[in-house]
């Protein structure tokens, strides 16, 4: 696995907008805590296009972010909003240039499209928030990915849930958001899961949709042979009139409960307040017990 540089004082960091338009007046609480942080922020050409929900064209989006990707000034790629779109540009964008100088692109939800296809590159990249919103997320949120991005070692603790599933595991750390994930399967931008700790999280999902999604990943061979799983969070999810009869994380812990690999519930990251920074592409050891889980970079 490769892992982009940290960052370094008076480093550019673009902001681009590869799905849902988004406007520079937005931007700014994300633009003065980049200032703040010694960064250069620099506004790619697609903040401001509008194309209905989308910034501007598929084109316009894919144009912007191929500029970022191959100059070699912009040291990390920070999107600025989330949604639905990321995965109309990815058959237009050459990674040559990124395979051969990577940059921390930043991001989840919509962006987990990215994550996912760069990380078959054998490249890391940087599930966190994005810039829309940054201002009213934790302080957590905020310094994991500034810590991250300069080069310092984080640890995670989180709580226990009634759900998880004892145990120790390492491996490398992939994921993101489960409706995008889900949506990949078959392409070539979907991830191999096999000996690796899978993160999810999503939002706004009807609890059928979820029980549907997790049988596909696991007919499709994507949780049978997992180090371990990390659940997130798993927001604002719908029923029908007549109930499903699960919560979402019952949905989950009853498709995997024929596996031996541990599963941990509750960590801080997703559409949450509380969204911290994770490092996909990088090896973990996880360890969940009665008293809470622990999530832990190892060394490189």
């Known amino acids: 696995m490769t892992f982009p540089k940290s960052l370094q004082k008076g480093d550019k960091i673009a902001i681009v907008a590869t799905a849902r338009k988004a406007s520079k007046e937005d931007l700014k609480p994300a633009i003065d805590l980049l200032k703040k942080w010694g960064l250069q922020p620099v506004i790619g050409s697609s903040i401001g296009l509008e194309d209905h929900q989308f910034a501007g064209s598929d084109e316009q989006r894919a144009k912007d972010l191929q500029q970022q990707l191959n100059d070699p000034e912009i040291k990390a790629i920070w999107c600025a909003k989330g949604g639905y779109g990321t995965v109309r540009i ?34 890391a990249s940087l599930h966190a928030q994005m810039c829309l919103g940054v201002e009213t997320k934790s302080e957590a949120s905020r310094e994991t990915l500034k810590k991250i991005l300069f080069g310092e070692e984080l640890n995670y603790q989180f709580s226990p849930s009634k759900l998880n599933k004892k145990g120790i595991a390492e491996g490398e750390l992939v994921g993101g958001n489960l409706s995008v994930l889900y949506s990949l399967c078959g392409s070539n931008s979907a991830i191999n899961t096999n000996g690796k700790i899978l993160f999810l999280e999503d939002l706004d999902e009807y609890l059928y949709h979820v029980d549907r999604m997790m049988q596909n990943l696991k007919r499709n061979g994507m949780l049978e042979h997992l180090a371990g799983l990390v659940i997130g969070g798993m927001n604002d999810m719908n029923d029908n009139t007549i109930p499903f009869g699960k919560t979402t994380e019952e949905v989950i812990a009853e498709t995997v409960t024929e596996y031996d690999f541990p599963i941990a519930f509750n960590f801080p990251a997703g559409h949450l307040e509380d969204n911290q920074a994770l490092i996909f592409g990088r090896d973990i050891k996880l360890k969940v017990t009665d008293r809470g889980s622990q999530l832990n970079y190892l060394k490189d």
């Open 90 to 123: 990815l058959d237009l964008l050459d990674f040559s240039a990124f395979k051969k100088n990577p940059k921390w692109i930043i991001g989840y939800s919509d962006v987990t499209a990215l994550h996912s296809h760069i990380n078959n590159f054998s490249i």
